[in-house]
C-alpha cells in the first residue's frame, strides 16, 4: 500500500509525522507517494481504522496531535493472472533442514514473476501434534516430552538453516507457541478431553514452523518473502461429511487485503490450516495441503499450480504391482478425479475442483527428480499431441481394489417392480456400508454389486432380513454372497466414445484366463469397472496394463532345450526382435532356457546377444517346475508361451497341464501328438474349449506349411482322399545323395552333420520318424490311430537295432554298407531311385511307411537336399494332387517354422496382421 499525499495538505509541525527529510519532500512536492511503512505509526493507524486498505483511491483525513492533512490512499492492489505460480511441497518435501534449501532452491530457480508457496509440516509433525493431543487428552504425562521433542526438532532445524536476526526471530515465535501449547496441552490433560477446534489449533502449528523456516531461507537470498498464517485469510464453512467448502469471496477479500498489507513476490502459506467465518482455527481435512494450494491457484488465477511430491507423476498402474507401469504425461481432470479414487497418487477429487473451474494445470512433480517432467492434469485441449498416435491414449490408467465382496440379490419377482433398487439399497444403508459398484442386467431379474469385504455379513442380514418375506414366498430366489472379490477398472476419457477399448480390455482378461465375474460403466464412459476373484486382481491388472502399454503383444516366453533347433529359434529372434517390437509392436521376451541339466532365469527378459555367456555365468540346476513358475508367473507380462525344443515325451506329457493353467505350448516335438491316442485326444479337447493355443506345425516338414495346409482344407470343408510324401529330410537327403558310389553310412553321417536328424539318428532310419508324422496327420485329419497301427519298414540294421547309444550305432553303420548299395544299384538297374515315403490312406484309414522305388520321371525322383515333397489328394484335388515342397529339415527351417508358429500366436493375441 502506498500513501499519496496531495497539494492541498497543511502540515504541522512536521518532525512530529514523518522524518523531516520526508516531510520537507513532502511539503514541497504537489503529489508524493511513500510506501506506508515509511509513515509515522499513528498515522498508519489512522488510515487502517478508516478503512483505507479496501479502497483503490479512499481520501481519509488523518489527524494526530494538531496535524491534520488530507491524503488518499492507493492500496496495493492483489495482481492476478499468469504472473503468479502456486507450489505445494508436502511433508516429506520439507522433512528436514536439507531438503528445506532445496525447496527453496526450487522457489527461487522457478522464474515465474510472482510465487505463491503452500508447505506441509516438516514430515512426521502433524502426526507427533495429533499425538500430542491424544495423549493429553488420556492424561498421558509423556506428551510433556514430546512437545519437548517437537520444539527440539524444529529448533535444530532453525539452527541449521538460519542465523542472527532470522534465527533468532524463528525461535522467538517458537518459543512463544511451544509454550502456549504446553498451557493448552495442560488444560486437555485437566479436562480429559480436546474439542475438535482445541485439536485444530494445536495440530496446525506444524505448518506455521515450516513456512516461517522457509521463507526466512529464501529471504537470505535477498528475494522479497513473506509468510502468511494462512488462518487470516483462508474461510471455510464445516459440511455434514466431515469436509469443508471454502468461502471463495471472504476468502478473496481477506487475501487482497492481506496483501495490500504485505506486497511481495513470494508468499510461503500454511497448507491444511484454516478457520471458519468466526475466526476458529480449522483444517481441510484430508489432503488438505493440495487443496490449500488449489484453492490459492484459483483466488490468484494463478499460471499453475505445482503438486511437490516424492514420485515422478501419476502411473498407469502400481507400479509395485506393474513393473512396467509408466508415468503418465497427462491426464484430465476427470481422469485424475477416477483415478485418484484408486489411490492412484493424484489429487483428492475435491481439491481438482477449484483450478479445474479457471483451467489451470496442476502439474504433479518429484522433489528429488527435477529431470522428470512430472504428469500435467488440465483440460484435454492442452493435452500433448503425443498421447494422440498411441493406442494408450484412451486408456490411461488401471487400478484394483481388493478385500471387496460382491452381493447378488436374484429373483422372478424383482423385474417390473418399481422401488426394488430402492429397497435393496435402503438395506445398504441401513447397515451402514459404502456401494463400491452397481450393476443390474436390463432382465432385472438380478442386481448385483460391491461392498467392502468387511461390510458383507451386516449387509447380507440385512438384506435376508429386509426380504424375508419376499424370499420365502419365492418372488426373491436367493441373497448370494460371493468373497473374495477384486475390482479392476480402466479409467480414460477417450474411452468415451471410441469403439472397441472395452473389447480390447475383456479380450485381454479372457487371454489372460480371468474370468469376470460382473461389469459396471457409467455413461460417461471414464471407466470400465469388472469384479474379478481376489486371487487373479493382479494378474488382470497385469493382464489389461500391457494390453494397452505394453507393446500390443508382449509375450513371456520359455525355451526348452536349447540344443540345435532351440538354440537356433533364440538366434532368429535375437535377430528379430527389434524389427517385430517397431513394425509389429511385438514384444517378445525370453524369461527363461532350460536345458536337461541348467536353466538360465530372468525377470525382464534374457539379452539374448549374450545367452550362451550368460547360461554359463548365471544358469541354475535345471527344475522344470520352478522354471515354469517363473515364466508363467513371476512377473507383469500376462502371455506365456512354452516352447518345447527337445524331443522327450516326457517335456511333451505336461502340456496338458501347461494348457490348463492358461500357458500357450508351440513345438517341433513329435511326442505329444504322436504318442497315446487318448492323451493326444484329451490335449487336443482341452486345447479347442480354452482360449491357450497349441502349435505344432515344425513336427511335420519343418518350417513347411504342411499342418497349416491341411488345416485350411479340412476347415473349408475338403474331404482329404490320401496323404503321401517324403516326410523325412534326413531320409531325403540320404537317398538323394547316395549315388556316385557313395557309400551310405558317409551319406547318414553327413545328414546328421546338416542338423536333419533326430537327437538319435535310428528315429530317422528306423522309420519312426516318418512314422509319427505319418500319425500325425493321419490323427489331424481324423484318423484315431496309434503308432503302432502304421507298418514300418526299417532301415536300421537287424543287428544294430539294439546298439547301445546313438554314437555306437553310427560307429557300426559302414559294415552294413554293401547291403545299402545292393538296393541302391537294382533300383538304378530298373532306371529307378529309392525313396522313403510315408502313407496316410483316408479311405482305407490306416497309415504307412515304407522304402518304395519310383521312376526317376516322377515327382518324387527329383527332389534334392532335404527337400520334402507332400502331396495332398482330396475330393477338391483329385486329379491333381496338391503339393508342398522343399527343405522339410535343417536348423534354420526347423527353427523358422517353429518362430512362425510363435508369430501366429502373437497374431492370435491381437497382434497387427
Ligand atoms: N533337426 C530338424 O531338422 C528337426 C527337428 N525337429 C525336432 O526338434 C526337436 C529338437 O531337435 P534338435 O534341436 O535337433 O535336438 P538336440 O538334441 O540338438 O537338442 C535337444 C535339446 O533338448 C534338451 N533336452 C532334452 N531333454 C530335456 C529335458 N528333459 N528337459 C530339458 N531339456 C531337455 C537338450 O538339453 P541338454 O543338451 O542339456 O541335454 C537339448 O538342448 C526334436 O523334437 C526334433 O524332432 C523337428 C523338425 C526338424
Ligand atoms: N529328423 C527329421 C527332422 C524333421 O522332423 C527329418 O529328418 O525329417
Ligand atoms: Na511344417
Not at 498508519?44 to 489527524?63: P, V
Not at 555367456?613 to 522354471?627: G, I, Y
Not at 502371455?639 to 505336461?654: E, K, P, Q, R
Amino acid at each position: 500500500m502506498v500513501l499519496v499525499i496531495s497539494h492541498s495538505f497543511r502540515i504541522l509541525p512536521p518532525s512530529s509525522l514523518v522524518h523531516q527529510q520526508k516531510t520537507k519532500k513532502i511539503y514541497e512536492s504537489q503529489c508524493c507517494v511513500f510506501p506506508v511503512t515509511q509513515i509515522s505509526p499513528f498515522l498508519r493507524k489512522g488510515l487502517t481504522s478508516s478503512g483505507g486498505g479496501e479502497a483503490i483511491r479512499t481520501r481519509i483525513c488523518a489527524s494526530v496531535a494538531d496535524i491534520s492533512l488530507d491524503v488518499s490512499v492507493e492500496e496495493n492492489k492483489l495482481p492476478k493472472g499468469e504472473t503468479w505460480s502456486v507450489h505445494k511441497f508436502g511433508g516429506t518435501c520439507v522433512g528436514s533442514s536439507l531438503r528445506i534449501k532445496n525447496v527453496a532452491d526450487i522457489i527461487i530457480n522457478d522464474d515465474s514473476e510472482r510465487k505463491m508457496v503452500v508447505v506441509s509440516a516438516m514430515s512426521k509433525v502433524t502426526d507427533m501434534m495429533y499425538d500430542l493431543i491424544d495423549k493429553a487428552q488420556s492424561r498421558d504425562e509423556s506428551y510433556i516430552s514430546l512437545l519437548g521433542a517437537v520444539l527440539q526438532k524444529h529448533s535444530s532445524t532453525a539452527h541449521e538453516l538460519l542465523d542472527g536476526d532470522d534465527l533468532a526471530s524463528v525461535l522467538s515465535r517458537l518459543h512463544h507457541d511451544i509454550s502456549n501449547l504446553k498451557a493448552m496441552l495442560r488444560a486437555i490433560y485437566i479436562a480429559g478431553h480436546a474439542t475438535e477446534s482445541f485439536t485444530d489449533f494445536v495440530v496446525g502449528h506444524g505448518e506455521l514452523w515450516s513456512a516461517q523456516m522457509l521463507a526466512s531461507v529464501i529471504r537470505k537470498s535477498g528475494i522479497d518473502c513473506k509468510w502468511m498464517d494462512t488462518r487470516d485469510v483462508l474461510i471455510v464453512n464445516p459440511t455434514s461429511s466431515n469436509q469443508v467448502d471454502p468461502d471463495f469471496l471472504e476468502t478473496n477479500r481477506r487475501l487482497e487485503k492481506w496483501y495490500s498489507l504485505n506486497p511481495c513476490s513470494v508468499i510461503i502459506a500454511t497448507g491444511f490450516i484454516a478457520s471458519t467465518p468466526q475466526s476458529i482455527p480449522t483444517t481441510l481435512k484430508r489432503d488438505g495441503s493440495d487443496f490449500s494450494a488449489a484453492i490459492m491457484g484459483a483466488l490468484f488465477r494463478a499460471r499453475q499450480v505445482t503438486i511437490w511430491t516424492d514420485v515422478d507423476g501419476v502411473y498407469s498402474a502400481d507400479p509395485r504391482k506393474v513393473n512396467e507401469a509408466v508415468i503418465l504425461k497427462t491426464l484430465s481432470y476427470q481422469e485424475a478425479w477416477e483415478m485418484s479414487y484408486f489411490g492412484a497418487n493424484v489429487l483428492h477429487p475435491r481439491t481438482i475442483i477449484p483450478v479445474m473451474r479457471y483451467g489451470i494445470p496442476i502439474i504433479i512433480r518429484n522433489v528429488f527428480n527435477l529431470s522428470a517432467t512430472g504428469t500435467k492434469i488440465c483440460h484435454p485441449s492442452v493435452n500433448g499431441d503425443e498421447d494422440r498416435q498411441n493406442f494408450r491414449y484412451f486408456v490411461k490408467g488401471f487400478a484394483t481394489i481388493d478385500n471387496l465382496a460382491l452381493i447378488n440379490v436374484e429373483g422372478t419377482g424383482m423385474a417390473g417392480v418399481p422401488g426394488t433398487a430402492s429397497a435393496i439399497f435402503g438395506a445398504v444403508k441401513d447397515a451402514g456400508a459404502n456401494v463400491i459398484m452397481i450393476s443390474q442386467a436390463s432382465s432385472e431379474h438380478s442386481v448385483c454389486f460391491a461392498v467392502p469385504e468387511k461390510e458383507v455379513k451386516a449387509v447380507a442380514e440385512a438384506l435376508q432380513s429386509r426380504f424375508r418375506q419376499a424370499l420365502d414366498a419365492g418372488r426373491l430366489s436367493q441373497v448370494q454372497v460371493i468373497p473374495n472379490c477384486s475390482i479392476l477398472a480402466a479409467v480414460g476419457r477417450k474411452m468415451a466414445s471410441t469403439p472397441g477399448v472395452s473389447a480390447t480390455l475383456f479380450n485381454a482378461l479372457a487371454k489372460a484366463n480371468v474370468n469376470v465375474r460382473a461389469i459396471a460403466q457409467g455413461c460417461s464412459e471414464y471407466n470400465i469397472t469388472v469384479v474379478v476373484k481376489r486371487e487373479e486382481s493382479i494378474k488382470a491388472l497385469r493382464a489389461a496394463h500391457s494390453r494397452f502399454y505394453l507393446s500390443r503383444t508382449t509375450i513371456a516366453m520359455g525355451i526348452i532345450g536349447p540344443g540345435l533347433i532351440g538354440s537356433t529359434l533364440l538366434e532368429q529372434l535375437r535377430d528379430q526382435a527389434a524389427v517385430l517390437k517397431e513394425e509389429f509392436n511385438i514384444d517378445l521376451r525370453v524369461m527363461g532356457i532350460i536345458g536337461s541339466k541348467s536353466m538360465l532365469l530372468n525377470d525382464v527378459g534374457i539379452d539374448l546377444s549374450g545367452w550362451k555367456e550368460l547360461r554359463e555365468e548365471k544358469a541354475e540346476v535345471a527344475n522344470l517346475e520352478k522354471f515354469v513358475q517363473h515364466v508363467h508367473e513371476n512377473h507383469f507380462i500376462p502371455n506365456t508361451v512354452l516352447v518345447d525344443c527337445t524331443a522327450d515325451s516326457i517335456i511333451a506329457g505336461h502340456y496338458y497341464d501347461w494348457l490348463r493353467k492358461g500357458i500357450h505350448v508351440i513345438t517341433p516335438n513329435k511326442k505329444a501328438n504322436s504318442g497315446p491316442l487318448n492323451q493326444y485326444l484329451r490335449l487336443r479337447a482341452l486345447q479347442r474349449q480354452s482360449y491357450t493355443h497349441y502349435f505344432y506345425e515344425a513336427t511335420v516338414g519343418a518350417g513347411l506349411p504342411i499342418i497349416s495346409t491341411l488345416r485350411g482344407l479340412l476347415e473349408t470343408g475338403d474331404r482329404i482322399l490320401q496323404i503321401e510324401g517324403i516326410f523325412s529330410g534326413t531320409l531325403s537327403y540320404i537317398f538323394n545323395n547316395f549315388k556316385d558310389g557313395r557309400t551310405f553310412s558317409e551319406v547318414v553321417a553327413e545328414a546328421k552333420e546338416a542338423g536333419y536328424t533326430e537327437p538319435d539318428p535310428r528315429d530317422d532310419l528306423s522309420g519312426t520318424d516318418v512314422a509319427r508324422k505319418v500319425i500325425i496327420l493321419a490323427r489331424e485329419s481324423g484318423l484315431k490311430l496309434e503308432l503302432s497301427d502304421v507298418p514300418v519298414e526299417s532301415l536300421v540294421p537287424v543287428p544294430l537295432r539294439v546298439s547301445a547309444s546313438a554314437q555306437d550305432f553310427m560307429q557300426q553303420l559302414p559294415k552294413f554298407d554293401q547291403d545299402f548299395a545292393k538296393k541302391q544299384l537294382d533300383a538304378e538297374d530298373a532306371g529307378e531311385v529309392l525313396r522313403y515315403v510315408g502313407v496316410v490312406d483316408m479311405i482305407k484309414q490306416k497309415g504307412m511307411v515304407e522304402l518304395r522305388r519310383y521312376r526317376k520321371d516322377h515327382p518324387f525322383a527329383q527332389l534334392s537336399g532335404s527337400d520334402n515333397i507332400i502331396a495332398f489328394s482330396t475330393r477338391r484335388y483329385k486329379n491333381q494332387p496338391l503339393i508342398v515342397r522343399g527343405p522339410g529339415a535343417g536348423a534354420q527351417v526347423t527353427a523358422g517354422g517353429v518362430f512362425s508358429d510363435i508369430l501366429r500366436l502373437a497374431s492370435y493375441l491381437g497382434a497387427p496382421s
